[in-house]
């Protein structure tokens, strides 16, 4: 069975409030969301028309939106409601989302990933 038609949005940088101790929710940070969506309808029926299909700009600035609206502890949290918010908007089969944090030293990042479906 061939792979799904997919939508994604690498390592869009989003700014928000999140981390366990208070000192550093304090202050905004820089996380990188790579979003993997498989639409409802797949690519071979759009006829060329963005209505039929997810608009991935609108996808991105509802990611941000949500990122920003609160503070958070954690980025499995974020991921959890970006997923949810995604599924219960747009018409996908599936999510997957990737966080990224850098915060600890000496790594490139550390990252959390999670798929949902319907």
Known sequence: MPAPDTIEIRRLQVSTHIGVPDKERAEAQTLRITVRMVPSQGFD???????RTIDYYAVALEIQALAASKPRNLIETLAVETA???????????????????????????????????
């Open 45 to 51: 029926g759009l006829a060329d028309d963005i209505s």
């Open 84 to 118: 949810d918010f995604l599924l219960g908007k747009h018409p996908l089969q599936s999510v997957a989302i990737t966080i990224e944090k850098h915060i600890l030293p000496d790594t490139e990042c550390v990252a959390v990933h999670i798929e949902r479906s319907l």
